[in-house]
């Protein structure tokens, strides 16, 4: 049923909880790929009409280290994983994480993502918003969401 799984990692522990689950579904159904992809967001900081008083090098520079760091990230996560059977790979992507990552399983025949949700709910997910619900309302791949240990149901 399930042969390309997409995971969206943002490198925080709680993000990683979907792992257990990721690694049942890779054995249970003979998954044959697993990527796991970080995206990182493009910042557009002003002050004023300048970027953080960076000049054009200085930001490409600090830019280049935000997608070194992210392709170190998931190096270092799929070394400690071990998902017998299935070709794990890593990507980093540029964009709006929700759209970029819902754009980015539709082009590239994904089968299933799976993504933690935080459970926030009240004022926090109304400032913050949600990447794992708006993942699951804009991919047409369908979409796991795990909830994340700890989390606070609120009404």
């Known amino acids: ?76 996560l799929v070394q400690r994983l071990d998902f017998k059977g299935a070709q794990l790979e890593t990507k980093v992507l540029i964009g709006k994480a929700a759209d970029t990552l819902a754009d980015y399983a539709d082009k590239n025949d994904f089968d299933l993502i799976v993504i933690a949700t935080h459970g926030r709910s009240g004022i926090s997910r109304w400032v913050w918003g949600s990447v794992a619900e708006r993942i699951l309302r804009s991919a047409c791949v369908p979409v796991l969401m795990v909830r994340a240990p700890g989390c606070v149901i609120g009404t």
């Open 1 to 76: 049923m399930y042969t390309k799984i997409l995971v969206p990692l943002d490198g925080s522990e709680l993000a990683e909880c979907v792992l257990p689950q990721v690694e049942a579904i890779t054995t249970g159904c003979q998954v044959s790929t697993v990527e796991f992809v970080r995206v990182a967001e493009p910042i557009e900081i002003l002050d004023g009409e300048s970027r953080l008083a960076l000049n054009e090098e200085q930001w490409r520079q600090f830019e280049k280290n935000r997608i070194t760091d992210a392709e170190q990230y998931l190096a270092q």
